[in-house]
């Protein structure tokens, strides 16, 4: 960082998210892993552990500062479910089209959901290891709606907004700044010098 530039290595393979974090980081230069990096699997029993998890492996095998996150929908009729589950709600390989016709099943419109994301940071140079999560509520849609965003976005219907506007009809400033993930972006970059 001679540079004076915050440089992260941010530890996924998602295409979407590695746009969304440099959209969500401005100032930020986000690295992506190379595909070298060898991620542990998603085991942990709350989005934190899996997203320390994460981070720690790309800081260790980059020797770099390096975020992850984890993040998911919970729905309330579901006791919480997907949860930490929610990218292989319908399996292991599913699909976002899977996973989000399973929950179009099993939630009734107007059921309660929220959205939660947490991002670990780890940074090997001093071994300071931060988490911050953020959580974003919401209800089922009747029907999916919009063309932005991915994965639940159509059915997702966030409270803030007072509409019936889905995560998926938002443009990218609207929903980054009621979002799970921009919350929690938003606190990673307060902490950061």
């Not at 140079?125 to 919009?146: L, Q, Y």
Request: proline share 5%.
């Amino acid at each position: 960082m001679t540079d004076g530039q915050v440089r992260l290595v941010l530890a996924t393979a998602n295409a979407h998210k590695v746009r969304e974090f440099e959209r969500l980081l401005p100032g930020v230069t986000v690295e992506p892993i190379g595909s070298t990096v060898v991620l542990p699997a998603e085991t942990g029993e709350t989005y934190a552990e899996n997203a320390l998890g994460k981070a720690r492996a790309a800081a260790a095998q980059t020797g770099k500062t390096a975020i992850a996150d984890d993040s998911g929908i919970e729905a309330e009729v579901l006791g919480g479910k997907p949860g930490i589950r929610s990218a292989r709600f319908a399996g292991e390989d599913a699909t976002d089209e899977a996973n989000l016709a399973l929950l179009e099943e099993l939630v009734p419109q107007g059921g309660k959901l929220e959205y939660v994301c947490s991002i670990a940071l780890v940074d090997p140079s001093t071994g300071v290891e931060k988490i911050f999560e953020a959580r974003c509520a919401g209800t089922m849609s009747a029907t999916r709606s919009g063309n932005g965003g991915f994965g639940y976005d159509p059915v997702f219907v966030p409270d803030d907004l007072g509409s019936s506007l889905t995560m998926a009809d938002l443009a990218d400033g609207q929903k980054d700044q009621i979002s799970h993930r921009g919350k929690a972006a938003r606190m990673l970059t307060d902490f950061l010098p």
